[in-house]
């Protein structure tokens, strides 16, 4: 089974909503790939912007989060269907400044899984390493259970629709990418234990991203590996080398 490249680009806290129009407007003719499914994640009051401005492309939206329950009391949070009623179609959940910075766990990773999931959000579950515990030799146990976590109650059926994007937290915005052999050990664990978990059937439809300092003079090795099906991009996705990332070929 051929799974579809998937190239993501998370705008992380940048970019206005005048900025977003610019941006996508700039990109636009760049990230034409009838091979590869191109998603920008921009910041919440940036989206109907972005949806505006990506009319007419194969660009889709996503969003950088959620909260796990459907309205109420919870100040500052953004419901699903709020995302889904402008036209959001991916979530990123867990991204590790999330957790870093904002006390995110594997369990509230769970909860915004299952409830993108019954919004029919697509989630882009974030799991990935410290420079330390990849020292202590602990990232493939690690990773397999941050994934085992994400995936509690997630039907097989949904489960091979999911975006999982393997970010070793090293190297996120630090210039250190992770060779294409360890990004592609880590992704094939990643798929190990989705085959576990599930099926095999499961685990070869299921798209694994590598993400940390992708840009186009590494992208074409890196999702040449097999088990790596694209890329979660940060810095990169705001410039236009992001066109060369998706045409990496
Ligand atoms: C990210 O934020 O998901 C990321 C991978 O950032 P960068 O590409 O800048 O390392």
Not at 19 to 27: C, D, F, G, P, Q
Request: negative net charge.
């Amino acid at each position: 089974m051929m799974r579809k490249k998937i190239v993501a680009g998370n705008w992380k806290m940048n970019k206005t909503p005048s900025e977003t129009v610019e941006l996508i407007k700039a990109l636009k003719p760049l990230v034409k790939n009838d091979e590869v499914d191109v998603v920008f994640c921009t910041p919440f009051v940036s989206l109907v912007s972005a949806i505006e401005a990506a009319k007419g492309s194969d660009i889709a939206i996503g969003a950088q989060n959620m909260y796990y329950e459907e309205s109420g009391a919870y100040t500052g949070e953004v419901a699903p269907n709020m995302l889904t009623e402008i036209g959001v179609q991916y979530v990123v959940i867990g991204h590790s400044e999330r957790r870093a910075y904002f006390s995110e766990t594997d369990e509230t990773v769970n909860k915004k899984v299952l409830k993108a999931i019954e919004h029919k959000l697509i989630p882009i579950v974030c799991v990935g390493e410290t420079l330390e515990q990849r020292e202590q030799g602990i990232t493939v146990d690690l990773v397999r259970l941050q994934t085992k976590i994400a995936l509690k109650n997630v039907s097989k059926e949904d489960a091979m629709k999911m975006v999982i994007a393997y970010e070793p937290i090293w190297a996120i915005g630090t210039g250190k990418t992770a060779t294409s052999q360890q990004a592609e050990e880590v992704c094939a664990a990643i798929r190990q234990v989705v085959s576990e978990i599930y099926d095999q059937e499961t685990a070869q439809a299921v798209r694994i991203q590598y993400g940390g300092s992708v840009k186009s003079a590494n992208a074409k090795e890196l999702f040449s590996m097999p088990n790596i099906d694209g890329g979660l991009v940060g810095g990169a996705s705001l410039t236009t080398d992001f066109g060369n990332i998706v045409n990496y070929k």
